[in-house]
Nanobody, 127 residues
Framework: QVQLVESGGGLAQAGGSLRLSCAAS????????MAWFRQAPGKEREFVAA????????DYADSVKGRFTISRDNAKNTVYLQMSSLKPEDTAVYYC????????????????????WGQGTQVTVSS
């Protein structure tokens, strides 16, 4: 398992921006596709975005497409989620996760099936 730690969450106003970071330790992230998931209170966890091991391919949930950008810096062993044009419905705990297969199988990933799952960072968007 790769150890993942998210940071960068906080309070933002609607229309604002935040950048989340996910730092890995223990193993190099070049072995993994990476994803962000989120879970709002009382709601099921949902897929947000994913990126292939070399950054050559990305995938986004329809709800964030055009507003969020996932990227990675393998030299820094870190994955990012740039969130812009934030909406109150983006309020959730955001988790990063490592996946040891390709993007086609990343959306249904769970903490149990992952190669690593972070502890989460809270994002709150006020209207």
């Amino acid at each position: 398992q790769v150890q993942l730690v998210e940071s960068g969450g906080g309070l933002a106003q609607a229309g604002g921006s935040l950048r989340l970071s996910c730092a890995a330790s223990g193993r190099t992230l070049t072995n993994y596709a990476m994803a962000w998931f989120r879970q709002a209170p009382g709601k099921e966890r949902e897929f947000v975005a994913a990126i292939s091991w070399n950054g050559g391919a990305t995938d986004y949930a329809d709800s964030v497409k055009g507003r969020f950008t996932i990227s990675r810096d393998n030299a820094k062993n870190t994955v990012y989620l740039q969130m812009s044009s934030l909406k109150p419905e983006d309020t959730a705990v955001y988790y990063c996760a490592a996946h040891n297969r390709g993007l086609l199988t990343i959306r249904p990933m769970t903490p149990r099936s992952s190669a690593g799952w972070g502890q989460g960072t809270q994002v709150t968007v006020s209207s």
